[in-house]
């Protein structure tokens, strides 16, 4: 038994890598420069989103045309060269029977719509990835409760993030400012150079096509967790669990931002998930484990390799 628990770790450490750094994967939700429309939906969350915001778009630019064009028929037919006499009723009551039915029916089509998307966000699914996520003044904290390991995420660039013993190129870099000290060390963590203020020293991982439950808290002050490409926020209330659900459905890195002003550096508060394989993610489990101090006998077919 030993023996094996012996071997697992072994494994584990010459996996431990990837739970910093695996191989490259497509960033594709982040904020993109003169961007108008929402990023890519990789959720069928975020696609129930974007679907009823377009409907509702819709719904609204008729309603638009259709008050501009009544202002406009008033404006030529009532002004005073086109009718110098104003009519002297009081009311009409077709006309408000109209203005009182009409709206009541637009809102019982947007609610129509829009409830069952609400309710789909609500109702959480059995996870098969649980994660407590918790918001600190200016971080983010993960426990991946389901192995009993937990990891903190910081912006890279925050003071948290300079080490010169790990890194001695660190010591020409300045917190918080884009210089070309502070883009080789975004380019040493494998990120982008224009992905500052987004990027962070670690990352969310979790494996593609699998519902991913979090436990969402706070630690000081209200925060918010949103990944806008996974169509989820949730804020983060000290004292109180609240929870969202996701499942995402191509490999990729999505960026996200704390969307509740917690102070000073709210700013400074972005978000990291890595979205990978099955495979992957397993790999990156073992190392995270061991680099973590979780729970080895939690990985999949240990209890069969202990048993045999």
Not at 134 to 157: K, L, P, R
Not at 218 to 240: C, E, L
Request: hydrophobic share 45%.
């Amino acid at each position: 038994m030993r023996l094996i628990t012996s071997l697992m770790a072994a494994a584990a450490t010459a996996t431990a890598a990837p739970a910093i750094a695996q191989e490259a994967v497509e960033t594709i939700g982040k904020p993109t420069p003169k961007g108008l429309g929402f990023q890519p939906a990789a959720t069928e969350l975020a696609r129930d989103l974007q679907w009823l915001d377009g409907l509702l778009l819709w719904i609204i630019t008729l309603i638009t045309l259709f008050v501009v064009g009544l202002v406009a028929y008033i404006i030529v037919r009532h002004n005073r060269k086109a009718n110098p006499t104003p009519a002297t009723f009081t009311h009409n009551t077709g006309i408000e029977i109209a203005w009182t039915i009409v709206p009541i029916f637009i809102l019982v089509i947007i609610g129509a719509f829009s409830l069952p998307v609400l309710f789909k966000q609500q109702e959480i699914p059995a996870g098969d990835v649980h994660i407590k996520v918790t918001g600190y003044q200016w971080y983010w904290g993960y426990e991946y409760t389901d192995h009993e390991f937990a990891f903190d995420q910081y912006m890279i660039g925050q003071p948290a993030t300079l080490d010169e013993d790990v890194r001695p190129a660190d010591a020409d870099v300045s917190a918080y400012v884009l210089d070309d000290a502070m883009r080789a060390k975004l380019v040493d963590a494998g990120y982008n150079e224009d992905e500052f203020l987004l990027a962070t020293d670690t990352q969310v991982v979790v494996p593609v096509n699998k519902v991913v439950v979090m436990d969402v808290t706070g630690a000081d002050v209200i925060h918010s967790w949103t990944i806008p490409a996974f169509g989820v926020k949730q804020d983060a209330v000290p004292g109180r669990i609240a929870q969202l659900w996701f499942k995402a459905e191509q490999e990729g890195i999505y960026f996200g931002q704390c969307s509740e002003l917690c102070g000073k550096d709210h700013a400074y508060m972005p978000i990291t998930v890595k979205v990978v394989s099955e495979e992957a993610y397993q790999e990156w489990l073992k190392g995270a484990i061991e680099e973590y101090a979780g729970d080895i006998t939690t990985l999949p077919g240990y209890q069969v390799a202990a048993a045999n």
